[in-house]
């Protein structure tokens, strides 16, 4: 089982429509999750953070975590042609102590369409 | 705002050779890491740098493979003898505090080896 799972897409959604992506991750122990977007060419850049089940709102961004599940989850809302991007979910892997790295999905790619 | 930044941006090597790619982290970080892109695939964690040692390192990070803080400023990655599959975007990344912080990763070096 891939530790973190999300469909590749493309997803395409109208311009001003709520796109949702989704990510699922294996490890139970799993405590820090993040949205990385990264355009074409570019580096991953921090979107979203969360560490605790239920949802955070950042702006035209929402987070959702249900770590019964193993399901993270980002809302998009008002949709923008500038969101169109690859979505990175990520999971820190901890070996505790010093020792983590974040673990990425495949990506999904959002296509927003004018 | 402070940011993470790399260099070169592109490189093109011959096969058999060395690269040095280097990375400024943002300056009151402390852990340190690379990352890998192969074209088209998803981002790979290589290894973790904390208190001027390796936290952890992947599978992908093997005797080829080097990392280095030579002073308090520049981290870098260096590969001793260039394979043709080592080609990709490479990128640095750092955080304040592992695990449950966010990383910030820089704009990241394409290594092209020939």
């Known amino acids: 089982q891939k530790e973190v799972e999300q469909n590749s897409g493309p997803l395409s959604v109208p311009e001003g429509a709520i796109a949702s992506l989704n990510c699922t991750y294996s490890?139970?122990?799993?405590?820090?999750f993040f949205w990385y977007r990264q355009y074409s060419g570019k580096s991953p850049e921090l979107i979203m953070s969360?560490?605790?089940?239920g949802d955070k709102e950042d702006g035209r961004f929402t987070a959702q975590l249900n770590k019964a599940s193993q399901y993270v989850s980002l809302l998009i809302r008002d949709s923008q042609p500038s969101d169109s991007a690859t979505y990175l979910c990520?999971?820190?892997?901890?070996?505790?102590?010093?020792?983590?790295?974040?673990?990425f999905g495949k990506g999904t790619k959002l296509s927003v369409k004018p | 705002e402070p940011e993470v930044t790399q260099t070169p941006s592109h490189q093109v090597t011959q096969m058999g050779q060395e690269v040095i790619l280097r990375c400024v982290p943002i300056?009151?970080?402390?852990?340190f890491y690379w990352y890998r892109q192969i074209l088209g695939q998803k981002v790979e964690f290589l290894v973790s740098?904390?208190?001027?040692?390796?936290?952890?390192k992947s599978e992908i990070f093997d005797d080829q493979f080097s990392v280095e803080r030579p002073d308090g400023s520049n981290f870098t990655l260096k590969i001793r003898s260039t394979k043709l599959e080592d080609s990709a975007m490479y990128f640095c990344?750092?955080?304040?505090?592992?695990?449950?912080?966010?990383?910030?990763f820089g704009q990241g070096t394409r290594l092209t080896v020939v």
């Open positions: 990344a750092s955080s304040a505090r592992t695990g449950i912080t966010e990383a910030f």
């Open positions: 990520a999971i820190f892997k901890d070996y505790g102590g010093s020792q983590g790295n974040l673990i």
């Open positions: 740098f904390y208190n001027n040692e390796i936290s952890e």
């Open positions: 969360i560490y605790s089940n």
């Open positions: 300056s009151n970080h402390l852990y």
């Open positions: 490890d139970r122990g799993s405590q820090s």
